[in-house]
């Protein structure tokens, strides 16, 4: 073995370094349905893990051993191109086997049912499924009948817990501790699935969380006087319909994209009027703070919710989101399916032999639903 090959097996075998409190909180989950039922420290705890994954994607040999010979599927009955490939790379670096099965291609064009596909994968004894589905709750329908682990890559206009916990670790990696950030979410609040797990995410972390779009797409439970009901978690999220009220010290704003695909007609007298209502522009961006950060969760209709030179511009991290969708996606891959979170040179290699039992399946008949 020459020298060169010896460094490069190291490196493979070296493994990410997380061994914290908040790491364990993640040991006895096995979904990632949205982040309602996260706690606090469990997002702290994927931000830890995430870490250390960037930590092993900045190393010339981007492999570790760690989810060797564990499968996972990724089922996406909608497009994408940021979620799914960065869910397959994550896995592919992490060593597992990673299958893509899309709706074209595949069964789901002979009519199969999404509970008989699922199962099919199931008996194929792979690990995990990584779904996207156009029906809200179609992931949570899944992880209550099934023994494998699932992961929610956007449900119809429900949530998209990954992406939420890549804008979190984007917004903390530049701007430390989400506690008493002014982050502002513009535009399709109403079929955002990233808007509403952002504001279970951001709201969890203590962020300070206004929402801001044309009264027709603001959900009908943020309208007046609904979140007075008893127990509703958003009470303290800020609606505003004027952007530049919206944006005036923010430290983040968000731009969403309109999610035309899912709107009913209506919502909007035109594109043209939208932008110039509530795009982002440079003009307006100047309301914020200096050191704002520019997001949007792609893809951008750029010059209808943001302008080509804000999403390219200084203040933009919006590439920079996409770049930590893998390391996030990799932390989440590697807590839910590797039997240990505490992974050594030593353990890695043993981990293969060992297979987690089953764990409970989540009440999920118990949810509330509320952003309706
Ligand atoms: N890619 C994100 C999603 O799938 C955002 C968007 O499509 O607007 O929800």
């Not at 899944?142 to 956007?154: K, M, T």
């Not at 003009?283 to 080509?308: C, F, T, W, Y």
């Amino acid at each position: 073995m020459t020298q060169a090959s010896r460094v490069e097996e190291r490196e493979y075998l070296r493994t990410p370094t997380e061994s914290t409190d908040g790491a364990r909180q993640l040991a006895g989950r096995r979904h990632v349905l949205d982040l309602d039922d996260f706690t606090r420290e469990e997002i702290g705890a994927v931000m830890e893990n995430t870490r250390a994954m960037k930590e092993v994607l900045q190393r010339d040999i981007k492999k570790v051993p760690a989810l060797r010979g564990k499968t996972i599927i990724t089922l996406f009955y909608e497009p994408s191109t940021r979620t799914r490939v960065s869910f397959e790379q994550a896995g592919k670096i992490l060593s597992a086997d990673v299958i893509s099965v899309t709706g074209g291609g595949s069964s789901v064009e002979k009519g199969e049912s999404l509970y008989n596909t699922a199962r099919t994968i199931q008996a194929m004894d792979a690990d995990l499924i990584v779904i996207r589905h156009p029906q809200s709750g179609a992931p949570h329908f899944l992880a209550g009948r099934l023994d494998i682990s699932i992961i929610n890559a956007g449900d119809g206009t429900h949530a998209h817990p990954t992406q939420a916990l890549v804008d979190i670790f984007t917004m903390e990696s530049h701007l430390g501790p989400i506690e008493g950030l002014k982050v502002v979410i513009v535009g399709d609040l109403l079929y955002s699935r990233v808007a509403r797990s952002n504001l279970w995410g951001l709201t969890k972390m203590g962020a300070q969380v206004v929402l801001c779009g044309p009264p027709t797409l603001i959900p009908s439970d943020f309208q007046n006087g609904h979140r007075k009901e008893v127990g509703h978690p958003f009470t303290n999220v800020r609606i505003e319909t004027n952007v530049e009220r919206a944006l005036d010290g923010a430290d983040v704003v968000m731009a969403l994209r309109l999610q035309l695909e899912r709107q009913r007609a209506g919502h909007l007298p035109s594109l043209r009027e939208y932008s110039r209502m509530y795009g982002i522009n440079s003009k307006r961006l100047q309301l914020a703070k200096p050191n704002v950060l520019v997001m949007h969760p792609g893809p951008m209709n750029e010059g209808v919710e943001i302008d080509s030179e804000v999403a390219h511009g200084a203040r933009s991290v919006i590439e920079e989101q996409v770049t930590n969708g893998v390391a996030v996606r990799m932390a989440l891959l590697y807590s839910l399916t590797a039997p240990t979170l505490h992974a050594t040179p030593d353990t890695v290699e043993s981990q293969q032999l060992s297979k987690p039992g089953p764990k409970p399946r989540p009440d999920i008949t118990s949810r509330r639903v509320y952003l309706k």
